[in-house]
């Protein structure tokens, strides 16, 4: 007796539903991004110039984010980084000021690396005699998953790298923040 085309359809669409179940599941299966990626930021040393009075400075920063995928089978599409450049009060210690701001997707063939570099970023500034303006002090990278999740956080700081899930929910560019990274005003110079 011959199955009838109705029920061969069937058996054939329950067939492939399995085998998409099964592609989804090895899909979950992947090396996760913060042990197949390697995360590199370069600032290329801060080059200062001196310039304009006395002792002023001049410090030009431009940030290049290397990312390298060490798998050989696993290709990371869909993520996104937010890379932040942070600079530190010349008049005030303890206020920093987000300088920069770079977002961008991450398209990551198995064994490639991928670069992004942000916007150079220059600060004159004076650490003597009347003090002001800013001065390079670090930087925060973080990497997000197609579901919008926090994968991977790195930092110049141990205190940033730690706070970075919830800062980068707040952290606006050209804002000041306190040692405790809430809101302040710009300090007077």
């Not at 899909?27 to 110039?49: D, H």
């Not at 009075?53 to 089978?73: A, E, G, S, Y």
């Not at 925060?140 to 994968?151: A, F, R, S, Y």
């Amino acid at each position: 007796m011959k199955t009838p085309a109705l029920i061969r359809h069937a058996l054939t669409g329950l067939a492939f539903a399995c085998a998409v179940t099964s592609t989804a599941l090895a899909e979950e299966a992947k090396i996760p991004f913060a042990k197949g990626v390697k995360p590199e930021v370069q600032i290329a040393r801060p080059s200062r110039v001196k310039g304009g009075d006395f002792d002023d400075k001049t410090v030009v920063v431009t940030p290049k984010i290397k990312l390298t995928n060490t798998t050989t089978q696993q290709a990371y599409m869909g993520y996104k980084a937010v890379y932040y450049l942070i600079f530190e009060s010349a008049a005030q210690r303890g206020i920093y000021k987000v300088v920069q701001k770079h977002d961008f997707d991450i398209t990551l063939p198995p064994r490639q690396v991928m670069e992004s570099e942000g916007a150079a970023v220059t600060s004159q500034y004076d650490t003597t005699g009347a003090a002001f303006g800013y001065k390079y002090d670090g930087w925060v990278l973080q990497v997000t998953d197609p579901k919008g999740e926090i994968i991977l956080t790195k930092s110049t700081s141990p205190t940033l790298e730690k706070k970075a899930a919830e800062l980068t929910k707040i952290l606006q560019v050209e804002q000041c923040y306190d040692r405790q990274w809430k809101p302040c005003p710009e300090p007077r110079f």
